[in-house]
């Protein structure tokens, strides 16, 4: 799967799960950055809008990876990557997920 393809799959997942995904021009030190984060009570994913897709791809799926997805359709290959970012950050950081309310 191409990274664009990736992507969008992973923002339809987070739009499903109540997640907004944004993309802002960021500079200085977060320049390239981006991550999930609760905004006035709503979670959302922060991306810069010059990260390449691949990286793009990533930083969606370190957040998504930290929510329930079983109820969302998602194509085998984004159920993978996800599978495999919780399973490396069981061992990386121990704790609670946060839930999409």
Do not use: H, N, S
Not at 12 to 34: E, F, K, P, S, W
Not at 49 to 76: N, W
């Amino acid at each position: 799967m191409k990274p664009e393809q990736l992507t969008e799959a992973l923002e339809q997942a987070a739009t499903q799960l109540g997640i907004q995904v944004r993309y802002d021009t960021m500079t200085g030190d977060v320049a390239g950055g981006g991550g999930l984060c609760k905004l006035k009570g709503q979670w959302c994913v922060i991306i810069d809008r010059k990260t390449p897709p691949a990286d793009r791809a990533a930083t969606l799926t370190d957040a998504l990876a930290q929510f329930d997805t079983d109820g969302v359709f998602l194509p085998p290959k984004v159920r993978e990557a996800l599978t495999a970012r919780r399973a490396a950050m069981g061992a990386d950081a121990p704790g609670a997920a946060p839930t999409a309310t």
